[in-house]
């Protein structure tokens, strides 16, 4: 059985930074993409970034661009999402997701992800 567990979260300052965790077990998917989503206070889910198996290959939102990195330890079966210069408008639930890829699927969207973890909640004060 596949389980992610994200931790990380917690209360930040504006302008600061953080580092969400994800553990991931049961899932033995040689072709596959992890991501990270989020989601604020009544709006859609939304995915922020995601690096694929294949060639370490990574992806981020607009939202993310120059100021997120996605990195995965295959050792330990982690991979991680480092956000800098955090604003309220970040705050929400993060949540780690995970695919086992078939095809030539684009990570990039909520929906394309098979696995989910419970989430980690990520308050950013002014």
């Known amino acids: 059985q596949v389980h992610l567990v994200e931790s990380g979260g917690g209360s930040v300052q504006a302008g600061g930074s953080l580092r969400l965790s994800c553990e991931v077990s049961?899932?033995?998917?040689?072709?596959?993409?992890m991501g990270w989503v989020r989601q604020r206070s009544g709006q859609k889910r939304e995915a922020l970034a995601s690096?694929?198996?294949?060639?370490?290959?990574?992806w981020y939102a607009d939202s993310m661009k120059g100021r997120s990195y996605i990195s995965r330890d295959t050792t330990d079966n982690l991979f991680y999402l480092q956000i800098r210069n955090l604003t309220p408008d970040d705050t929400a639930m993060y949540y780690c997701?995970?695919?086992?890829?078939?095809?030539?699927?684009?990570?990039?969207?909520?929906?394309?992800?098979?696995?989910w973890g419970q989430g980690t909640q990520v308050t950013v004060s002014s």
């Open positions: 690096i694929y198996s294949t060639d370490d290959f990574t």
């Open positions: 049961g899932f033995t998917a040689r072709r596959n993409c």
């Open positions: 997701a995970a695919l086992s890829r078939t095809g030539f699927e684009a990570c990039t969207t909520p929906g394309i992800f098979t696995h």
